[in-house]
């Protein structure tokens, strides 16, 4: 079984829509975090956490929120998608920033129409 | 403003030959580089890092060269596999926060 699974792999949406990615792990891992990759673009950061209580902002946040539902849980929210939105998005965890770095989930891809 | 620089977007090898993946970046206060893999539709993996004590840094095929005076770090891949044909990221590590990372570099190696 993977260690850091998304819900959904792939979604198409609408603009307006509330939409709802989800992660979970497996790994016992304190900090989680979500990043978007855009082509030519590299990851960003949005959001991370590094305990259930704690929720920080990344370098492009504006039009996503974060809930820590569990220490294994991390769910990224769009409260209305806009199309420069479309972009795959990956959950990542880690115990330390350094040296394991962090364990990425397989992506879900997000287009919004 | 971009604080870890990925300057070539990609990078054309031969197989058995060397390549060497390039980073810059600007903050002195970074205290840990990593190098990330990804694959079309995987999630990146670690690959290898080099903590800011260090100038080098070695796994099997892979070397990472840590130069803090000219705030440059690369990743050597020798020998070249086509395997190894993926997006290559370098990421840093402010302390205590997230990783930050560069744009990547889509490297091909041809047989």
């Known amino acids: 079984d993977a260690d850091v699974t998304q819900t959904p792999r792939n979604r198409i949406t609408k603009t307006g829509k509330r939409i709802m990615l989800e992660c979970s792990q497996t790994?016992?891992?304190?900090?989680m975090y979500w990043y978007r990759q855009d082509p030519g673009l590299g990851l960003r950061l949005i959001y991370y956490s590094f305990d259930v209580k704690d929720i920080n902002k990344g370098e492009i946040s504006d039009g996503y929120s974060v809930s820590r539902q569990a220490q294994a849980k991390f769910s990224l929210s769009l409260e209305s998608a806009i199309p420069n939105q479309t972009a795959l998005y990956f959950c990542?965890?880690?115990?330390?920033?350094?040296?394991?770095?962090?364990?990425f989930g397989p992506g879900t891809r997000l287009t919004v129409l | 403003d971009q604080q870890v620089k990925q300057n070539s977007p990609s990078l054309s090898v031969q197989e058995g030959r060397i390549s060497i993946l390039n980073c810059d970046y600007t903050?002195?206060?970074?205290?840990?580089f990593l190098w990330y893999k990804k694959y079309p539709a995987e999630g990146p993996t670690f690959l290898i890092s080099?903590?800011?004590?260090?100038d080098k840094n070695e796994d099997g095929r892979f070397t990472v060269f840590l130069n803090k005076s000219a705030k440059h770090l690369s990743l050597h891949i020798v020998p070249s596999q086509p395997g190894d044909s993926a997006v290559y990221f370098c990421a840093a590590s402010p302390a205590g926060t997230a990783l930050i990372f560069g744009k990547g570099t889509t490297l091909s190696v041809s047989s």
């Open positions: 080099i903590s800011s004590i260090k």
């Open positions: 903050n002195s206060m970074f205290d840990y």
């Open positions: 990542a965890t880690s115990d330390a920033i350094a040296p394991k770095g962090l364990f």
């Open positions: 790994k016992g891992h304190d900090r």
